[in-house]
């Protein structure tokens, strides 16, 4: 990795495992010329690179300077394509007229220095290089005695290579369908990804990548991620004569951001990767990059988990936590986690939020008796929380209801029974750390599952218009504050399922709950796409009862399985309503789990036969090392002309030898690749699990 500065060309250049990005300064008019961001570069490219990048000056209706050649796009001039700075002055001008003014090189950080040429504000641009990826963010200082207001402050513009024709990879559902892999062509116009919720939300995850036509295992990809926890926007405009740019950061709508005399506003972290070698190689390199630079305990393994929510759901009592504890024990589990219902006043959503102290009609010992005798059975112990939701019937609310979020003359709106706490003040904060602080040292818990069950409304406590960034900064300070208060507790990101996986989010959470959606053929689907971008050790799937409480779906226990193995696995049903059977069976597929669990969590992913493409489907995973392969087959239902289907691997050494754990059978990595497996399929909601190991 470096980042190398080319006098003679005014040129940037920042190189990272696989990939360079370059842009010159001062050129043509424009304060940074964008010149390449793709396959590997060496300085001695540089001069070539300068002289086929000059841009043709086309129509003078065009915007000029052309988007797709500026490193930052900021509104002024004769810009009229999409732009990530807009500002007003105090005095009503809307437009930045912006110069270099010099650069940092440190390691692999570069800082570089814009100014406005008529008014006391500055625009630092960050790049750092972070293996397969290149981060990039602004922060804006206005040295001006007068405020200036942000309508617009994305973090980076990222033009991307001319293409004859663009393809779009999205990551799109909604609730309780959540990341569903969509590719589609994009035409001129703009292709707007958005939250305006407070919360990245279910709709998108806050990501693109763009292809000019490559698959699995060919052709470049360009992907672009949003790192913040609230509101995002992500924008991939296509000019008329085929160029692209994408413009990505906190979201424009009701921004209303007022940045003071003096004051610096950082803005969230964009995250772009190139891979060279198709989605595959994008989905490799993305996990790489996480568990490098995110997440944390990355080479920690996450353990099996059990949920009781299902089970039991609000009616929350000690001895049955209990019974259903002794279970899971006896399964294999690791994590004994209590959702939702432990609280006082809490029968059902309509009441105890913010008061996080024990019920002591369900838990007359308190959480300190239940995690004591979940600790005495070897597990460590886990409860939900929402802290930064309240409900109107609530000690919290009654005593202090101008923590929510309102408007001054109006009804705040109520959402899932429930109003918003200002995190963006320090009294909330302050108390929502005390809070949990307590809860977690008195209540001898190892792991917090964090819900968020509303979108941001009413923001009018805020006079500055700050909210939507200000809301992030706070649940970021206690989330922080927590950690560093209690170094080994563990939590779990969760907004009504999948609405808050954002790398942001991940860089202080272990899992992501993906969905509420636990039907294990909607999983294959959800799951796919989590794990397109995000590792399988934060993916936290279960298994639980059949038929599912959503979708009234019976499928076997073998199945759904099988597709929570593919992720952290977890189980979520009502273990006292199993048989001896099922639960003998869920015994040995756990065991099967913990003997190829470093493989799934950290091993590399290769997608065989996508579930949105066919009724049967599969994929694997190589361990780092190449040692194991785990590979998983399923099938909705198995036709007469789809039997013994072959399945042909990928990522494996062809002249070396895998033996099947189970039959004993040994293959070469050449036929595995050229031939393939062939499992055994048959009726409805099959799957089959083949762990190979390389012998000798």
């Known amino acids: 990795m470096a980042i190398e500065w080319d006098e003679p060309s005014g040129c940037f250049l920042l190189s990272g495992d696989g990939f360079s990005y370059a842009f010159a300064v001062d050129r043509d008019g424009t304060p940074l010329r964008h010149l390449h961001w793709g396959g ?15 841009a043709r000056a086309g129509s003078n209706t065009w915007s000029r300077p052309r988007a797709h050649t500026e490193e930052l796009v900021a509104h002024g001039g004769s810009r009229f394509d999409e732009c990530a700075l807009q500002v007003e002055f105090a005095d009503g001008v809307r437009a930045l007229d912006l110069r270099y003014d010099g650069a940092d090189i ?13 008014r006391p504000l500055t625009v630092i641009l960050r790049y750092e290089v972070r293996g397969p990826a290149l981060c990039r963010w602004l922060e804006l200082t206005n040295h001006d005695e007068a405020p200036v207001l942000l309508h617009r402050a994305a973090s980076a513009t990222w033009p991307v290579p001319w293409q004859p024709a663009y393809r779009a990879t999205t990551l799109a559902g909604g609730y309780a369908a ?4 969509r590719h589609q062509p994009l035409g001129p116009g703009r292709l707007v990804l958005e939250s305006r919720r407070g919360i990245p939300g279910h709709a998108y995850q806050p990501w693109i990548a763009v292809d000019g036509g490559a698959g699995e295992e060919y052709g470049e990809v360009w992907s672009l991620a949003v790192a913040h926890s609230g509101s995002w926007k992500l924008v991939a405009e296509l000019s008329g004569d085929n160029h692209l740019h994408l413009t990505a950061g906190v979201n424009d709508f009701d921004l209303r951001h007022t940045l003071r005399p ?3 506003q950082s803005l969230p972290q964009t995250v772009g990767i190139y891979a060279p070698h198709g989605h595959t190689d994008l989905t490799a390199r993305w996990h790489t990059y996480e568990r490098r630079y995110v997440l944390p305990r990355p080479t920690q393994p996450r353990p099996v988990l059990y949920n009781s929510w299902e089970a039991t759901f609000f009616d929350v009592r000690h001895d049955d936590q209990i019974a259903l504890a002794k279970r899971a ?14 609280f006082t006043g809490r029968a059902d959503e309509g009441a105890g939020l913010g008061d996080w102290t024990a019920d002591p009609a369900k838990l007359p010992g308190g959480l300190s008796a239940l995690s004591a005798e979940v600790h005495a059975l070897g597990m460590r112990f886990g409860v939900w929380v929402e802290p930064e939701s309240v409900n109107p019937d609530s000690d919290l609310y009654r005593a202090h209801p101008d923590w929510i979020y309102r408007w001054p003359d109006r009804e ?21 750390f005390r809070t949990l602080d307590r809860l977690v040292r008195d209540g001898g818990v190892d792991f917090l599952k964090w819900d968020m069950n509303r979108s941001l409304t009413d923001p009018g406590s805020d006079v500055d218009g700050t909210v939507w960034l200000n809301h992030v900064t706070g649940l970021h300070e206690v989330v922080d504050r927590l950690r560093e208060a209690h170094p080994e507790l563990w939590l779990e990101t969760c907004a009504s399922g999948g609405g808050r996986a954002d790398l942001a989010t991940l860089s202080r959470f272990e899992l992501a709950w993906p969905s509420d959606n636990t039907d294990a053929l909607e999983r294959l689907i959800i799951q796919e796409g989590y794990s397109y971008v995000h590792t399988p050790q934060t993916m936290s799937c279960w298994v639980t009862d059949s038929p599912g409480y959503l979708t009234r779906r019976p499928i076997p226990l073998r199945f759904r399985f099988h597709v929570a193995m593919t992720g952290m ?9 199993w048989t001896p059977e099922e639960l003998a069976e869920a ?13 799934v969590q950290f091993g590399r992913l290769y997608r065989l036969a996508s579930p949105r493409d066919d009724e049967q489907s599969a994929l694997s995973y190589v361990a780092a090392d190449g040692s194991q392969v785990a590979v998983f087959v399923f099938a909705q239902t198995v036709r007469q002309n789809t039997w013994h289907r072959p399945v042909r691997l990928r990522g494996l050494d062809p002249s070396a030898v895998y033996r099947d754990v189970d039959t004993g059978t040994e293959y070469s990595g050449r036929f595995l690749t050229h031939c393939g497996l062939r499992p055994s399929l048959s009726g409805d909601y099959a799957s089959e699990l083949v762990v190979l190991q390389r012998t000798g």
Do not use: C, K
Not at 178 to 181: A, D, G, L, Y
Not at 569 to 577: S, T, Y
């Open 262 to 264: 003096g004051a610096t």
């Open 569 to 577: 696995l977890g189980i979520g049903g009502n273990l006292a309503r």
């Open 587 to 599: 015994a040995s597929y756990i065991a099967r789990y913990r003997e190829i669990r470093d493989t």
């Open 40 to 54: 590997e570069l060496a300085r001695a490219d540089l001069p070539g690179l300068m002289a086929a990048g000059t």
């Open 412 to 432: 705040p709106v109520m959402l899932r029974r429930s109003y918003g706490l200002d995190f963006g003040r320090a009294d909330v904060r302050e108390w929502a």
């Open 178 to 181: 959540e990341t569903r892999v």
């Open 106 to 118: 440190n390691g692999d950080r570069l800082t570089v220095r814009l100014a406005d040429r008529h």
């Open 329 to 342: 024990r006896q399964l294999g589990v690791e994590l004994f986690v209590v959702d939702d219902g432990w």
